[in-house]
């Protein structure tokens, strides 16, 4: 099942993100009075395509291979290296006919696309949820193997100062700049005291090899409801109840308690946990029920699906604070450009040999891992990996090499500084070069998908 999700997700995502790149090109060329030819979602080859219809001079299209898509501009060299047009006059409608800048703006069309999407996404759900806000005084929950736990952070410390600055929130500490900076260190306070803990300098890498931070404000395992006929109601735990171990091993956050349960399943445990009497008009908290909760050990057999029948109740306070549309569309584009400058500065660090090019670089199976799991925390977070993937596109897009929008742009480019065109059999060897290039890529990051999941 959780294939089939993974893939599922995955050619949502690409269905969005291609369709709005290419949206980019193909509504460009049209103010430009360019043909378009073809406007393909998923590639075509060998003619093998879920659905085709022309309408105009366009055929509209979903090809079999959904791992792109294209738009087929008349008299352009481009993915499907046609040479038809070269066996005739350039005419009015063709891409080769046009004005260089003209020429420039559908090129930047796609990556421009992109950038919006992202914009739109980030804008959107801050119109409609606000901006979160988490405070710092909710300790941190720390992965294994995380960047974090690498750094020497624990599960229970608290947030205090991210490279110097005072932080007020969890977004603020977890800010996608501080991930590019130069260097990266937290004060964290432990047990009363302050201490100063550095990250390592292939941070990126580390996240990106984990596939998430590592690092979350804590979750209280408290007990919502005790399902009837099940284990911890037979055993007589009750809603509003803390876990505070399992098996004589202390639990801090739900998540470990839900993976030492389920790591049981149709196996005795035994489960500690601690429970205060409703407070008339007052509020029982996590704190109060570790310090003056009544113990109880109850013992019980998980379920064959390694289930015990409870539920979680969620303490966690996050204050979103309302933002007009105004405000919206200023956080929105500030977000995207922050992302923006992540994304290129990651790639920088990549290419300079600062960051491990393996671990950092994810192709389509790390690519419908991270959308399955983003998509089971919500529509909030799947929106979330939208956003940055559809910036990410749109960086790797620009980029100068042959065969992608960048390298276009600059050939493009080019022939208007020099004034001529560039010989076609040039620009074809060009194109050919570019495209093996990216296949190679392509075949290796696949590879190392397969190989380092």
Do not use: C
């Not at 900076?181 to 100063?196: E, H, M, P």
């Not at 409801?225 to 505070?244: F, V």
């Not at 149709?266 to 008339?280: C, E, G, H, M, S």
């Not at 405000?327 to 992540?342: C, D, Y």
């Amino acid at each position: 099942m959780d294939v089939i999700s993974s893939i599922f997700f995955f050619i949502v995502a690409i269905f969005i993100l291609v369709t709005a790149h290419e949206l980019g090109h193909f509504l460009t060329a049209k103010l430009f009075g360019m043909r378009v030819e073809k406007f393909y979602i998923g590639f075509d080859f060998l003619e093998r395509r879920l659905w085709k219809k022309q309408i105009g001079d366009t055929e509209y299209g979903i090809g079999l291979f959904p791992l792109g898509g294209y738009v087929k501009i008349a008299g352009m060299v481009d993915e499907s290296l046609d040479t038809n047009f070269q066996s005739t006059e350039p005419q009015p409608w063709e891409f080769r006919a046009k004005p260089v800048w003209q020429r420039l703006v559908v090129l930047a069309g796609g990556v421009s696309m992109n950038l919006i999407l992202a914009a739109a996404i980030f804008i959107g759900v801050t119109f409609v949820l606000g901006e979160a806000r988490t405070s710092v005084n909710t300790p941190a929950f720390v992965e294994r193997g995380s960047l974090f736990e690498t750094m020497g952070m624990k599960t229970g410390d608290r947030l205090q100062l991210a490279n110097g600055k005072t932080v007020a929130s969890w977004e603020e500490a977890l800010d996608p700049e501080l991930f590019i900076a130069q260097s990266l260190n937290y004060t964290i306070l432990r047990d009363g005291k302050s201490v100063t803990l550095t990250a390592p300098s292939n941070s990126l890498s580390k996240i990106n090899e984990a596939q998430s931070l590592g690092i979350r404000p804590i979750v209280p395992p408290i007990i919502d409801e005790a399902l009837e006929n099940m284990p911890a109601q037979k055993a007589g735990i009750q809603p509003g109840g803390l876990i505070t171990a399992i098996n004589g091993q202390a639990v801090s956050d739900w998540t470990e308690v839900v993976g030492i349960i389920s790591s049981h399943a149709a196996t005795p445990i035994t489960v500690t946990w601690k429970y205060l009497k409703p407070i008339q008009n007052g509020k029982i908290t996590p704190e109060l029920l570790r310090s003056e909760g009544d113990i109880f050990v109850a013992t019980l057999i998980p379920n064959a699906s390694g289930k015990i029948g409870i539920s979680l109740k969620t303490t966690l306070a996050t204050e979103r604070k309302k933002v007009n549309f105004a405000g919206s569309i200023v956080s929105g584009i500030n977000q995207t450009w922050k992302m923006s400058s992540m994304t290129v500065q990651g790639f920088a660090k990549i290419f300079t040999g600062k960051e491990d090019f393996r671990k950092s670089v994810g192709g389509p199976i790390k690519i419908a891992k991270i959308a399955s799991q983003s998509a089971e925390q919500g529509p909030v977070s799947f929106l979330y990996f939208l956003a940055m993937l559809s910036i990410s596109l749109a960086i790797i897009n620009i980029l100068p090499v042959p065969a992608l929008d960048g390298g276009q742009f600059v050939l493009n480019a080019v022939e208007g500084i020099i004034r001529r065109e560039i010989p076609f059999a040039i620009k074809m060897r060009i194109q050919q070069i570019g495209m093996a290039l990216l296949l190679a890529l392509f075949a290796y990051i696949l590879i190392n998908d397969i190989f380092n999941p």
